[in-house]
């Protein structure tokens, strides 16, 4: 398949060896409490359906999606909920957030689940969606988008190829590698499924060149299709953002705030393809995940199946403790990757890895005064102007940071990683998207309150006229007759 | 000599009878301004800044007998923007920023007297008489009227708590900093 080149990037080094060539493990010891925050997704955050000191069995549904744009929760094993309540969030922030606790009784007694769907090639895509959508099922490759809500782009669009993401561009994190060796047959299932439900004609399995032996299963396991199509990609960071990812399939860029889905391709993760694959033919939903725990401060480290809620602090253990203290603790890889607040957070339906790394890894230095040298131009992948951007945010001018399209960033951390002069510039522009966004609730905010007194100074307005109207007719009823 | 007086008293008088008639046939009715203005206001006739609402607190602006930071729902943003608009200088390193607040009712105080009803400009506050009542705070937007109406005391003002939907990265420390 003739492949077309991205722009700019970078060539971090992999260091996958750690766990590259250690299978899953999923005997991971239940820990004594699993937390469940009820937004593991982008969207709305799911309500709970479960009180403290209730039973639940593995599987079982604890919080249902609200609104279009939500994900469902479930019960990773059967226990009794100790506790539905505030607490930290594996975020940044360290901010709290509404968390079901579950205290597992060792029994993993399966509730009822939803009939497979015998044959889904032959069923209604909105079966599948719906179907994908009772099981909780996210974007597992971080983004956490709700993935039922992304297999409806079908109805609204004409698409061509389902993308399959097995880029694993993030250094460390080998969670993905992992899954195409092992179960391969179990993606290339889910991808089935998944294009059967979108209507898209073409699948294409896309996969980093230093995943060799993935590339290998993955071809093998597809030989029977002949929709299916493994390609191998350069090794470039950020080779698995979606729009890149497209751009190198397809050759065409997708345009500023419009979706892959709009030329007609969209993307999954194939971790995502698997938990498909489980939640139509088995009718489990989501309730594990594989995550890389890595780093150079893990003594032991592993690719783990674990439970959604399990504390980080019980799978580092697990991964035989730390060496030292990490100078940083990250969900996800080191490059997009988030730091933590401590390892009292769980892992969550978009956790890919947790690395502990090193101050040597790290390597955060000193931020030295730009040279203006024009590295961070050169390798954008998304053509934007770091440096111009960042100089705008500096002087709290967002709106000409935005004029010279902050964003459009993706937040790769590219710029960052390449600055001579260690200048944080993805930091600047997180900073500014998130401003910017901020900026924009609010506005819409008043734009509301507007509405509001408007539409309610027009009803007052309304009611003065019919009392003056009435009063009228009844000066004009009760003066005498001439 | 003549003709040069002449000359420019023709013009005079030309340009003189164009601009009348410019002022006459062109005129703009109001400042237009003042429109401006009301548009960079929150437009939630909250009454707040002195004013019966947010037109009448423009043309006060525009008159320049209203300081730039005369309404407290916009803030530090809205009077950053006014004073933009207006082309004055304001200091604003004093203005002491207390964030957005949202009206909250004490359902154990509410005695369902429809006061505050009546006063919401944004018919944010649901209930009915004797009933209690409560706030919708979406549509709320902290203007303080109910508080200051509430004959029981059981309208509090709450701050909008920073959730993870909402949170975003600060910006970065100065730079160069470190280095010293």
Partial sequence: ?482 | MLLAVGSVAVMGVTLGVLLGAAARYLAVEGNPLEAELQSLLPGSQCGQCGFVGCAQAAAALAKGEAPVTLCPPGGKAVAEKLAAKLGVTVDLSEHEEKGPHTAFINEALCIGCLRCIQECSTDAIVGANKQMHTVISEACHGCEKCFKICPTEAIVMRPVLVSVGTWHWQKPMPEHATQH
């Fill in chain 1, 1 to 482: 398949m003739k492949l077309f080149p991205i722009r700019g990037g970078i060539h971090p080094a992999y260091r996958k060896q750690a766990t590259a060539e250690k299978a899953i493990v999923a005997l991971l010891p239940l820990p004594a409490r699993l937390y469940l925050p009820l937004q593991q997704h982008m969207g709305a955050a799911a309500e709970a359906l479960v009180q403290p000191g209730d039973r639940v069995k593995k599987g079982q549904l604890l919080g249902r999606g609200v609104g279009p744009v939500s994900a469902a929760v479930h019960a990773p094993t059967s226990g009794r909920i100790a506790q539905v309540a505030e607490l930290t969030a594996p975020h940044p922030s360290g901010l709290p957030q509404l968390t079901i606790v579950l205290e597992p009784d060792g029994q993993d007694e399966w509730a009822e689940l939803a009939p497979p769907i015998a044959d889904p090639f032959a069923a209604d895509p909105k079966a599948i969606k719906e179907r994908v959508a009772q099981a909780g099922i996210v974007g597992m490759g971080g983004a956490t988008f709700p993935s039922s809500v992304k297999l409806d782009l079908g109805t609204r669009l004409k698409l061509e190829i389902l993308l399959l993401n097995g880029a694993e561009c993030e250094p460390y994190l080998t969670c993905d590698d992992r899954v195409m060796r092992e179960h391969p047959s179990e993606v290339i299932d889910g991808a089935r499924i998944m294009a059967h439900a979108l209507g898209a004609p073409r699948i294409v399995i896309a996969i980093e060149r230093n995943k060799p032996q993935a590339l290998d299963a993955m071809r093998l396991a597809a030989s029977a299709f002949p929709a299916i199509e493994v390609v191998d990609v350069p090794v470039q960071y950020p080779m698995g953002s979606e729009r890149h990812l497209t751009q190198a399939i397809t050759g065409q860029e997708t345009p500023a705030r419009k979706l892959t889905a709009d030329l007609g391709v969209v993307v999954h993760n194939v971790a995502t393809a698997r938990a498909v694959h489980h939640a139509v033919r088995f009718g489990r939903p989501l309730l594990s995940r594989v995550v890389t725990v890595s780093g150079g401060a893990v003594k032991e480290p592993k690719n783990v199946e674990a439970p959604l809620g399990t504390p980080v602090a019980d799978l580092i253990d697990f991964c035989g403790g730390l060496s030292e203290t990490p100078k940083r603790l990250v969900s996800g890889g080191p490059m997009m990757g988030q730091p933590l607040p401590s390892s009292e957070v769980p892992v969550v339906k978009g956790t890919s890895g947790i690395l502990a790394l090193t101050t040597a890894e790290a390597n955060e230095r000193p931020t030295q005064p730009c040279i203006r040298c024009g590295t961070c131009v050169t390798i954008c992948p998304c053509g934007l102007v770091p440096v111009e951007m960042a100089a705008h945010i500096r002087k709290d001018d967002l709106d000409g940071a935005a004029a010279w399209g902050v964003m459009d960033c993706v937040s790769c951390g590219s710029c960052s990683y390449i600055c001579p002069s260690y200048i944080p510039l993805v930091h600047y522009f997180n900073y500014a998207k998130g401003r910017i966004t901020a900026q924009d609730r609010e506005r819409r905010k008043q734009d509301e309150v507007k509405r509001l007194a408007e539409a309610r100074a027009a009803r007052l307005e309304k009611q003065a006229q019919a009392k003056r109207e009435a009063a009228a007719r009844k000066a004009q009823a009760e003066s005498p007759a001439p």
